[in-house]
């Protein structure tokens, strides 16, 4: 086993350039979402994903002959962990985010009662919310000031791309509403998905507590007094009560 990973990872690195180049239409054809994306974007992006396999396969010594169909989960997070910190991490205003917000919505989610299975697809979705982020639209947290309405739309069309990017992926396929809509408001979508509901309030409480290039971090007090004045229309009113839980 320990050829095979060797001989894999040697494959990988000696013809990672032609397998890039081949996977450009392939992923272009995932969903129109893509089409906006420059090619030395997404072409970094898709390297970098390679990379971290390629990684992996180095320090694990490959998958076991023995490993179970459901190991196949815990590997794609272990991936997605590293692709969200580096992209967290192009930004000072947004280091560390996604593991805040997966611990606020894990939080919530325990004790709204819902079922392991439930919680544990919760916490898929929240590592993976911004992975549309592959658009580089984090840069727009660096501007000075509020963003205008088309600058805002750029933002936010990392929710489109990144559920066209998990689309494809079987085992989380469930989760594209969750991803598509988590920056809808309540009020502006019946039948919300729960998930993204509650990734919507987590993500807006976490992103408050941070500073940003036009305004300093709010304080926790602050924070929950704009989660309240949302309730009904941004956000869920059933939920925000677990926020005043959040910490």
């Known amino acids: 086993m320990l050829n095979f990973s060797n001989n894999l990872i040697r494959q990988l690195e000696d013809n990672s350039m032609t397998l890039l180049d ?27 994903v390679m990379l971290k396999m390629i990684d992996f396969l180095r320090e694990s010594g490959g998958v076991e002959e023995n490993s179970q169909p459901n190991s196949l989960p815990q590997l794609f997070l272990t991936h997605a962990k590293g692709i969200m910190d580096y992209i967290d991490g192009q930004s000072a205003y947004t280091t560390g985010h996604t593991p805040a917000v997966v611990r606020h919505v894990v939080s919530i989610a325990s004790r709204m009662g ?11 979705a929240a590592w993976i919310h911004n992975i549309g982020l592959i658009n580089q639209a984090h840069r ?12 805002l739309k750029q933002a936010r069309n990392h929710t489109v791309i990144g559920s066209e990017i998990v689309r494809p992926i079987e085992f989380l396929s469930h989760m594209v509403p969750i991803i598509r809509y988590h920056h809808h408001h309540f009020s502006s979508m019946e039948d919300m998905p729960l998930g993204a509901r509650i990734i919507a309030l987590a993500d807006a409480y976490q992103a408050m507590l941070e500073p940003r290039a036009y305004r300093p971090a709010l304080s926790r007090a602050e924070a929950l007094l704009e989660i309240t004045k949302g309730s009904g229309t941004q956000f869920d009113p059933d939920l925000v009560p677990y926020a005043h839980d959040l910490t």
Do not use: K
Not at 27 to 33: C, E, K, L
Not at 117 to 123: A, K, N, P, Q, W
């Open 140 to 151: 727009l947290d660096t501007l000075a000031r509020s963003l205008t309405q088309d600058e």
């Open 22 to 48: 081949e996977a450009m239409p392939d992923v272009r054809s995932a969903g129109p979402a893509l089409a906006n994306v420059p090619d030395g974007e997404l072409r970094v992006a898709i390297y970098a």
């Open 114 to 124: 819902l079922s392991d299975s439930e919680i544990t697809d919760l916490e898929y």
